[in-house]
């Protein structure tokens, strides 16, 4: 095996499970020993505007991304079909979806970034890790936004089913996920391993707090609670 074809197992077939196995029990053994720094550490209090404007471009893109990698990638080709939705259209929404919620992203990550590196005081009440996250995430939507040309030339489809056949085996853990994606562009390779880094720092950062996120929907749905006064038993 030369040393291109082991990169290339290691990057695309090895390192999404290191980085998925660290993602989850790195989260559960931070939120069982260090429950008080789970949180987003916000300096909301200095310089409210900007965070207001940074804050929601940000959060509006970053969910509109995930939601249309997550239903894109994991959603096998037939249910596509199944749904009279036509890989060509598919890819056409993708295109257009991608580059509106990459813009907001993008944008709202560098009024973030310049908000904490242009304040004297947020910059003193910053973690070296909370500037790398920032930097990390943004250059991952630049590449994102960068391979929307490289897609245009693939209009059919063929190209995002490489990546789809790529997830869904790695995400059933089947044989073949290499194979899938071995002859894209570098670009689009280089934006799967910036992404599959972003959850291996995940549980070391503050990002752990979209963890909560996700419980506060669940708390929406619990059960009401029945509260009786001290006399209504007798």
């Known amino acids: 095996m030369d040393f291109k074809t082991y990169l290339n197992q290691f990057l695309f077939g090895y390192y999404p499970y290191i980085c998925l196995?660290?993602?989850?029990?790195?989260?559960?053994?931070?939120?069982?020993?260090?429950?008080?720094t789970w949180k987003s550490d916000s300096s909301q209090l200095l310089r409210h505007g900007q965070l207001r404007w940074g804050s929601n471009l940000f959060h509006i893109g970053v969910l509109g991304?995930?939601?249309?990698?997550?239903?894109?990638l994991l959603t096998p080709v037939r249910i596509w079909h199944m749904l009279g939705i036509p890989l060509a259209e598919?890819?056409?929404t993708a295109i257009v979806g991608?580059?509106?919620?990459?813009?907001?992203c993008a944008l709202g990550l560098i009024i973030l970034l310049q908000r904490r590196l242009g304040d004297a005081r947020i910059r003193a009440t910053s973690r070296p890790a909370d500037?790398?996250?920032?930097?990390?995430?943004?250059a991952q939507v630049l590449l994102g936004l960068a391979?929307?040309?490289?897609?245009?030339?693939?209009?059919d489809g063929s190209e995002m089913v490489k990546f789809m056949g790529?997830?869904?085996?790695?995400?059933?853990?089947?044989?073949?996920?290499?194979?899938?994606i071995g002859g894209v562009s570098w670009i689009f390779k280089l934006h799967i391993v910036l992404g599959l880094s972003i959850f291996l720092v995940f549980p070391f950062t503050r990002l752990v707090h979209i963890w909560s996120g996700f419980a506060s929907v669940f708390?929406?749905?619990?059960?009401?609670q029945l509260v009786r006064g001290r006399g209504a038993n007798r």
């Open 166 to 180: 790529w997830a869904q085996r790695i995400w059933s853990f089947r044989s073949g996920a290499v194979e899938m």
């Open 90 to 92: 598919k890819q056409m």
């Open 131 to 138: 500037v790398i996250v920032l930097f990390l995430l943004l």
């Open 21 to 36: 196995a660290v993602f989850f029990l790195g989260s559960l053994i931070r939120f069982d020993r260090e429950q008080y």
């Open 65 to 72: 991304i995930f939601a249309g990698h997550f239903t894109g």
């Open 219 to 224: 708390y929406l749905l619990r059960p009401y």
């Open 98 to 104: 991608g580059g509106i919620f990459g813009t907001m």
């Open 147 to 155: 391979g929307i040309p490289l897609s245009m030339q693939h209009m």
